[in-house]
C-alpha cells in the first residue's frame, strides 16, 4: 500500500488536473479522451510494468542500473541511453512544472484573502492574465514552488511525506467528487458530458493521437526515470501486474473526474474549452467564488493541487539529483542545490515566454510550449519504448515469466503485448503524429 500511495503520489500530480483538462479542451474532447484510455490500457500499463521490472533488476537509479543489466546481458552499453534520457526528461519538465506549480501557490493565497469571491467569468480571467503579464510575479512563485521541493528533496523527509501523502491524496480526491457534484448543479453537465463522452472522429487526427499518447505517458510518470528508480525499492513478493493495474486506475480516475468537474463549469459560464494552460485558474476559481462555502473549498482544493504538485515535482528532482551525486564529487544537499538552481533558471525562460518572450524560438512555438512538446510526445514516448524493447528482448523471457507470475495464457498474452503490440503501437502513433 505505502508503493501504491508513493507510486500513485507521483502520477497524481499536475498531470491530472491541469494537463489532462486543457489537453482534452484544446484536443476535441471524446475522440482525445477514447484514445487517451486506449494509449493507458494498451500502452501505459506494459510500460509501466517494463519500467518496474527493469527497476527490481538493476536495484540502482536508472542510468546504472540500464548499464548494469546491459553488461550482465551481453548487450551494448548503447541501453544506458534509456536512463539517461530519462533524466534528462525530468529535467526539462520540471522546469516548467514549477512555473505551473507556483500558479497553484498564488491561487492558494488568492483563496485566503478571497480574490475570487463574487467574481464573473471576465473578472477571473483578467487576475489569470495579470499573474501571466508578470514576470515578476511568477519568478516569485516558481522560486517559492523549487524552494519547497529543494527543501524536502535536501532532507529526504521520507516518512513525513509518506504520511502527507496517505492524507491528503484520499482528500483530494474526495473533493474533486465534490466538485463533480457542484457540476451537476450549473444546468451543463450532460453537454459536459457529451463533449468527453461523445466523439467526433472527424476531429481525430495524427497530431491528437501523439497528443493522447503523450499524456498517458506524462500523467503516469513514464520515460522519465521514476519508475524504474520506484522499482529498485520493490521486494519480490510484490506483483506488478495488479501493482500496476491499481496504480493507473487510480490515476486515470482522477484526470475523468477533473474533467467532469471543469467542464460543466465550462459551459455553463460560455467558455472556450480550448483556453489552453490556463483553463482550470479560470474555471475552478469562477465556481468557487459564487459557491456556497467556496472559499474554503477554493483553499482547501489549491492546497492539494499544490501539494500533489509537490510530490510529483520531488519525484522529478531526485532522478536528476542522483545523476549530479554520480557524477561529480558532491553530497546530497550541494548536488541537490546545483540540480534546483539549473532547473529553476530553465523555468525562468519557460515563465518569460507568456510575457516579456512570447516569440517562437523554434517550431513556431515559445520556449514553455517548445519544453512541453518536445517532452511529452517525443521524449517520454521514446524513452518508454526503449524500455520496454529492453524488458521484452534483452531480459531473460524464462526469469520474466517467473517474476510475474500469469500462467501460460498470460505469459503468453504478456509476451505479444509487451514485444510487439505495444512498442509497434508507439512506433505507430509516434510515426502518425510527425507525418
Not at 475523468?256 to 463549469?265: E, K
Not at 554520480?326 to 534546483?340: K, M
Request: net charge negative; with cysteine.
Amino acid at each position: 500500500m505505502t508503493f501504491i500511495l508513493a507510486a500513485a503520489g507521483s502520477a497524481v500530480g499536475l498531470g491530472n488536473i491541469w494537463r489532462f483538462s486543457y489537453m482534452v479542451g484544446e484536443s476535441g474532447g471524446a475522440a482525445f479522451v477514447l484514445v487517451y484510455l486506449a494509449c493507458v490500457a494498451l500502452v501505459g500499463l506494459p510500460v509501466l510494468v517494463s519500467e518496474w521490472l527493469i527497476g527490481r533488476r538493476g536495484q540502482k537509479n536508472p542510468i546504472n542500473t540500464m548499464a548494469e543489466l546491459a553488461r550482465k546481458g551481453g548487450h551494448s552499453q548503447a541501453w544506458t541511453l534509456i536512463g539517461i534520457s530519462g533524466v534528462v526528461a525530468a529535467f526539462l519538465i520540471l522546469s516548467f512544472y514549477s512555473v505551473i506549480g507556483g500558479w497553484s501557490l498564488s491561487y492558494t493565497l488568492g483563496s485566503v484573502t478571497g480574490a475570487f469571491s463574487g467574481k464573473d467569468a471576465d473578472a477571473i480571467g483578467g487576475l489569470f492574465n495579470g499573474l501571466l503579464a508578470s514576470p515578476g510575479k511568477l519568478l516569485l512563485w516558481h522560486t517559492a514552488f523549487m524552494l519547497l521541493v529543494v527543501f524536502i528533496v535536501a532532507r529526504g523527509v521520507t516518512k513525513g511525506l509518506e504520511g502527507a501523502v496517505r492524507t491528503m491524496m484520499p482528500a483530494l480526491f474526495i473533493l474533486m467528487v465534490v466538485l463533480v457534484i457542484y457540476g451537476m448543479t450549473t444546468g451543463h453537465f450532460g453537454e459536459a458530458m457529451s463533449f468527453m463522452f461523445n466523439p467526433d472522429w472527424s476531429a481525430l487526427s495524427g497530431g491528437v493521437v501523439l497528443a493522447a499518447m503523450g499524456q498517458a505517458f506524462f500523467t503516469l510518470s513514464l520515460g522519465m526515470g521514476i519508475m524504474m528508480a520506484y522499482g529498485s525499492y520493490l521486494g519480490e513478493d510484490v506483483d506488478l501486474i495488479s501493482t500496476a493495474r491499481t496504480v493507473i486506475i487510480l490515476d486515470t480516475l482522477v484526470a475523468i473526474l477533473a474533467g467532469m468537474a471543469i467542464f460543466p463549469i465550462v459551459f455553463a459560464n460560455g467558455l472556450s474549452p480550448g483556453e489552453g494552460p490556463g483553463l482550470i485558474f479560470v474555471t475552478l476559481p469562477l465556481a468557487f467564488g459564487n459557491m456556497t462555502g467556496g472559499t474554503i473549498l477554493g483553499l482547501m482544493f489549491f492546497v492539494l493541487l499544490t501539494f500533489a504538485a509537490l510530490t510529483s515535482a520531488i519525484s522529478l528532482l531526485e532522478p536528476v539529483v542522483e545523476f549530479v551525486e554520480e557524477r561529480t564529487p558532491l553530497t546530497r544537499v550541494p548536488a541537490t542545490l546545483i540540480a534546483a538552481v539549473a532547473v529553476w533558471a530553465l523555468g525562468i525562460a519557460a515563465l518569460m515566454s507568456f510575457n516579456v518572450w512570447d516569440a517562437p524560438v523554434a517550431f513556431g512555438l515559445n520556449v514553455f510550449d517548445l519544453l512541453d512538446t518536445f517532452t511529452s510526445k517525443f521524449l517520454l514516448p521514446l524513452t518508454g519504448l526503449g524500455a520496454i524493447v529492453f524488458a521484452a528482448w534483452c531480459l531473460d523471457r524464462e526469469s520474466v515469466h517467473r517474476e510475474l507470475s500469469l500462467g501460460a495464457t498470460g505469459n503468453a498474452l504478456w509476451h505479444a503485448t509487451s514485444r510487439y503490440i505495444a512498442p509497434i503501437g508507439v512506433i505507430f502513433v509516434f510515426v502518425g503524429g510527425l507525418l
